[in-house]
């Protein structure tokens, strides 16, 4: 599938203030000619317009996310989003929960309930090599044949297998009332609220309303959404995750829905639940497809094999084409494609014996974990860093993993000189999964070969002390600024092209500005000069005096970069952008009472928790996207 940028996010356009989000339709409106401003013409009018853009977004969303084939650009997207929330603003009476502008609710207080799904969620089935799926199709043939069926008839719809988190979507009428994630298969957890904010998942069917339609399938992240994830996190400072299924988990378990809103989740259907009122195809492929016309988005690698090398051809071949797709697969899936055959072969436990899950080799190798280095983050974070024997694995050699903080280091057990297992995690970050048993003959001689790791109390780029705050995962240095490793990269975050944009100051050049004391803090970059730059290494009377233009240059800037290039904790540059839209400068956010600000927020987001319930509009939550902490 081509990558392709995702249509402005509905919590992002919403988190823009409510005059310039009217502003922005206005200018749009008159720039495409094509909008009617939201005040304009008697409330049928915008009433008639209300709907049509409903219409035209959910056919976008539909487009965009279930055929792979967008028909407008993203801007456009945006626009008629913007202008279908000034009219909803300037229209409480046309307010409806089934608008794709209320797809971000309140929080849940409380964690989440508890849901007993009316079909149990099954699991599948494993098979790791060709004779078990030989085996497989063999016992599918024997059973069919025992039961008096014409096993020439046999014919196996073909899937991947998605690497993510299996989920259940409840429609009654027509309308999305629940979804709930699989938990032990018979009771889920109810996370209605959080799949109501991914777009891929539409909110009304399309063309019926069956009493009730249970549609089964896998909530994932794209690999290019998960590597942006990441560099957000990274830079407010934030955890990392490990893959985009732990992505896509963490950010389905969110209690805050506008937080999964951000997440940019995805979603494929492959099987049905409770279905009352309406009639299904009698094929699962026929299923898929019409899973698919009516609204849902299902994988588009599909096929059909009629014996096993059909299975395992296709198996081969998704194995080949696996790195080239945008998410996460581990292996492919085989089903009897004749739906009334699936109970005629039975189950075994909550396995079906009509289905198969082919599962490809997980990408691991053995090798040394020769060191732990301990690196220094930006904003102090003390990462543990496995050194490894170099060892080739998913098609890279791997030499190092992060090994996120210490109590992974416990909870995997890990010893320096141990052998360990390391798997491309996701295709995207190594990671050590564990170590293999310890020789106990070298433990019980204590000959040195294994060491146990603790985090440095000292910070090994400046000797200040290390502390681990109450509740956190992290150990930090405590010297801020003063610890050379932290201001280096704190004058390389502020430097950078997304932040003040200082063309030429690069990773040596800030390196040589700290070891020289020339740069302290960022504000100290503002009083070099070209005749003391000219004296550094491997720097000309030109590129000094280029790089004294460069920073000069950086002092107009938008207030969100500047705030963003100071680096502090928790603002990367979403936090950044939100905070420079309401605050006109750097006095009325010094100015402001955060305190009762915190409180407000708390109060409006209990008031439209209960207006979401009501169905009523929303009332504009401040500084919506950052919470207590930040
Ligand atoms: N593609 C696909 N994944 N998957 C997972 N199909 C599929 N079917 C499943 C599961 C657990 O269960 C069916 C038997 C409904």
């Known amino acids: 599938m081509p990558a392709k940028h995702e249509p402005g996010d509905p919590a992002a ?7 310039a989000a009217a502003g922005a339709t206005a200018a749009a409106g008159v720039a495409s000619g094509a909008a009617a401003p939201a005040e304009a013409g008697p409330a049928s009018d915008a009433a008639a317009r209300v709907d049509e853009l409903r219409r035209l977004i959910e056919r976008y969303n539909f487009e965009y996310y279930v055929l792979d084939a967008p028909s407008v650009p993203d801007a456009e997207y945006d626009r008629l989003f913007a202008e279908l929330q000034a009219l909803e603003r300037d229209h409480p009476e046309l307010a409806s929960p089934e608008s794709p502008t209320m797809r971000v609710g309140g929080a849940v207080a409380g964690g989440f309930a508890t849901v007993r799904h009316s079909r149990p969620m099954l699991s599948l089935n494993n098979a790791f090599d060709d004779d078990s799926v030989r085996a497989f199709d063999r016992r599918v043939r024997e059973l069919l044949d025992a039961d008096g069926l014409d096993v020439r008839e046999l014919r196996y719809s073909l899937e991947l297998k998605y690497d993510g988190l299996a989920i259940s979507l409840r429609y009654e ?3 999305l009332v629940q979804g709930a994630t699989r938990g032990d ?25 069956p009493k009730v339609l249970e549609v089964r399938g896998e909530v994932l992240m794209w690999r290019a959404d998960f590597l942006a994830l990441n560099a957000r996190q990274r830079e407010a400072g934030e955890r990392e995750f490990v893959n985009p299924r732990n992505a896509a988990a963490g950010s389905l378990r969110q209690l805050d829905p506008a937080l999964t809103a951000r997440r940019r989740l995805r979603f494929f259907a492959y099987g049905v639940g409770e279905v009352v009122g309406v009639q299904t195809p009698d094929s699962h492929s026929g299923l898929l497809d ?4 009516v609204g849902l988005p299902v994988g588009p690698e599909r096929g059909c094999a009629e014996d096993a090398d059909g299975l395992l051809a296709f198996y081969r071949r998704m194995a080949q084409r696996r790195a080239e797709l945008p998410y996460d697969i581990d292996g492919v899936v085989y089903k009897v494609d004749r739906r009334d055959w699936h109970d005629r072969l039975g189950y075994v436990s909550r396995a079906p014996r009509f289905a198969l899950a082919h599962k490809f080799p997980a990408e691991e190798a053995v090798t040394e974990l020769l060191d732990i280095e301990v690196q220094v983050g930006r904003t102090g974070k003390l990462t ?18 992060t090994l996120h903080n210490e109590d992974e280091i416990a909870r995997k057990d890990l010893m320096i000189g141990d052998s360990v297992v390391v798997r491309r995690a996701g295709d995207v970050i190594p990671e050590v999964v564990r170590a293999l048993p310890r020789d106990p003959a070298e433990l019980a001689a204590g000959t040195g070969r294994y060491r146990r790791f603790t985090m440095p109390t000292r910070c090994p780029a400046c000797g200040a002390p290390t502390a ?8 930090r240095c405590v010297a ?40 302290q803090t960022p504000a100290d970059l503002y009083r070099l000069d070209a005749s003391t730059l000219a004296g550094l290494d491997r720097m000309g009377e030109k590129s000094a005096a280029n790089l004294v233009a460069a920073i000069d240059r950086s002092r107009e800037t938008s207030f969100a970069r500047f705030l963003f290039a100071l680096g502090i904790r928790h603002v990367g540059e979403e936090v950044a952008r939100i905070l420079a839209d309401a605050y006109p400068d750097a006095k009325a956010l010094e100015n402001e009472d955060w305190a009762a600000l915190a409180e407000r927020k708390a109060r409006i987001q209990k008031e439209n928790a209960r207006r979401r319930q009501r169905g009523e509009p929303l009332e504009p939550v401040p500084l919506e996207g950052i919470g207590p902490e930040i």
Do not use: S, Y
């Not at 019409?290 to 016309?293: G, K, N």
């Not at 543990?384 to 993993?401: D, E, I, Q, S, Y």
């Not at 004058?491 to 740069?519: C, E, N, S, Y």
């Open 13 to 19: 356009a919403a988190e823009v203030g409510a005059p």
């Open 173 to 175: 009428d027509g309308r």
């Open 185 to 209: 298969g018979v009771v889920g957890e109810d996370v209605t609220a959080n799949v109501r904010t991914i777009r891929a998942i539409p909110l009304r069917l399309k063309g019926i309303a």
């Open 290 to 293: 019409w899973l698919r016309d």
């Open 384 to 401: 543990p860093v496995a050194r490894l024997r170099p060892v080739f694995v998913g098609g890279v050699t791997v030499t190092n993993a």
């Open 468 to 475: 681990r705050e109450e509740g956190e995962a992290d150990r």
């Open 480 to 519: 801020a600024l003063a610890c050379p490793a932290q201001r280096r990269q704190a004058l390389w975050h502020f430097a950078q092209r997304r932040a003040m944009d200082i063309d030429g100051l690069g990773d040596k050049l800030i390196a040589q500005l700290v070891d020289t004391g020339l740069v």
